[in-house]
Structure formats: C-alpha cells, structure tokens
C-alpha cells in the first residue's frame, strides 16, 4: 500500500517531521511519500494562507493519480482542499483535522484542541461544527505560537503547548487532547507523558484511517457532490488544472 502524506506548508523540515510521525505507525507493508508543494506559504496561520496552499494540495493529489498511490493524507489542521481533493480521486482522502477528532470521540466523551495561533482557532471550531463533533470538542485553545516556532527547539514551543493542554485537562474537563497541528506530530508521546490523557496527532490517526479504508476495499464516493470535477476550460495559469 502507498500512502502520500502531503503536508500544504512549504517548511521541507515539517514534511520530514510529518513523514516520521506517519512512518511511525505505518504497517509493514505501507509505503509512505510525504511531500509538500515547492510554491505556497511556509506555514499556514489564515484563511488566506490556506486559501492559497488548496492548489499545492490538488497538485498533489493529481500527481498521486498517477503515481498510483492507494490513499491520502492533508496533513494541516485545517484540512486545506479536503473536498476538492476527495473529487479527483477514488482513494481515500482523509485530513488530519478530522481524523484526529473521530479517534478522541472514541476515547474519550470530551475532547479539547489546542492549536499554535489564537488566530487559527475559529478554522478549528469550524471543522469541529462541519464534522458534528461540537457534542464531544469542548474547546479550541492555543499555544498563541508562530507555526514555524515548532521548528526551533529553542522557541519554548514544547512547553507553551503543555501548558495549554494542562489548563484543558483541569478547566474544560477534557478528557483528551487533540494536537491542532501537523509540526506538533512529533510531540505526542512527551506531551501525553505531561499530562497524562491520551493525546491524538492527527498525521497519525490519518494513516491508520486510510489504511483501514484501504483494507475494507473502499474509498471515496462518486456519487454526487465528490463525483469527479466537471469537463470545462480552465484558461490563464490555471490551465493546467482543466478537469477532462
Ligand atoms: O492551523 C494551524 O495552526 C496549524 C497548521 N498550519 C500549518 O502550517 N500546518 C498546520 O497543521
């Protein structure tokens, strides 16, 4: 089995990050690419930022078509393209957003996530709605940390994240913990030990739902709204992207 694990940010050392933590969980027997687009923004913390990533993602994906792979992970916590992406393709296509809060409504009744930016927040609580998880996500916090602070040992990240996941343990009665970035993948283990609640990375929730998936011989719906794009010109520099 072949997963490609596309991480939307350009930061080459997340996309290794992310590839370890998939790596990690792997089966023997599953091949994991990860990869990230070589244009779009070096960290995603707005609407805008993820707004241009969406293309890197599609790239991606269709590239994977060819590629032959046999399923997908977006590897950023708001799940940047994740419908348009499920369009171009049969295979599974799972976010990490949504992976890692399926996995903690199993585990627990209450959940939290905590996230880098206070600005990123409302995208999180959003996806919390558009999932019908908003009954098991009690809260959306975060570490008020740049993205890219993940990638400094020295930035004092590790312990601003731990922080904010004690105050979710004692003030939202979580009862786990969603890590609300794919650069925070690396961290699980060290913040579980903290804090003592399971933590869910979804870079590795994502792997195992999609080779799940994969194992049950199915994969996403063209049936409808995810059938593939509809045949039409795209002109200019978008050309390229013309669905046949
Ligand atoms: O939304 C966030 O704060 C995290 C998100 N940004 C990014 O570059 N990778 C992510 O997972």
């Known amino acids: 089995m072949k ?25 023997p027997g599953t091949d994991i690419l990860a990869v990230n687009p070589q244009s779009g923004p070096v960290s995603i913390e707005s609407h805008f ?8 993602v599609l790239d991606e994906i269709r590239r994977g078509e060819r590629e032959n792979m046999d399923g997908y ?3 950023c916590f708001g799940d940047p393209g994740l419908m348009a992406a ?16 399926h996995v903690a409504s199993l585990l627990a009744t209450r959940f939290s ?23 098991f996500c009690n809260k959306v916090r975060a570490a008020d940390i740049p993205v890219l602070d993940l990638e400094d040992p020295a930035s004092g990240a590790f312990g601003r994240i731990v922080d904010e996941c004690r105050r979710a343990r004692d003030e939202d009665r ?15 283990d060290a913040i579980s030990h903290e804090i003592g609640l399971p933590v869910i990375d979804g870079v590795s929730a994502a792997v195992k739902l999609v080779e799940a998936i994969v194992s049950l011989r199915l994969g996403t719906s063209k049936h409808g709204d995810l059938d593939y794009p509809i045949a039409k010109p795209f002109v200019g520099r978008f050309a390229y992207l013309s669905p046949e």
């Open 3 to 27: 997963i490609k694990v596309i991480n939307p940010n350009t930061t080459v050392s997340m996309t290794q990050k992310i590839g370890a933590a998939a790596r990690a969980v792997a089966s």
């Open 49 to 56: 930022d993820e707004a241009v990533s969406v293309v890197g």
């Open 73 to 75: 992970v977006i590897a």
């Open 86 to 101: 499920r369009e171009l393709t049969k295979k599974p296509v799972i976010g990490i957003a949504e992976a890692a809060m």
């Open 113 to 135: 996530v905590v996230t880098t930016m206070n600005r990123t927040i409302v995208i999180a609580e959003h996806l919390a709605r558009n999932y019908g998880m908003e009954a």
């Open 174 to 188: 979580a009862g786990a913990i969603v890590l609300g970035c794919g650069g925070m993948a690396d961290l699980t």
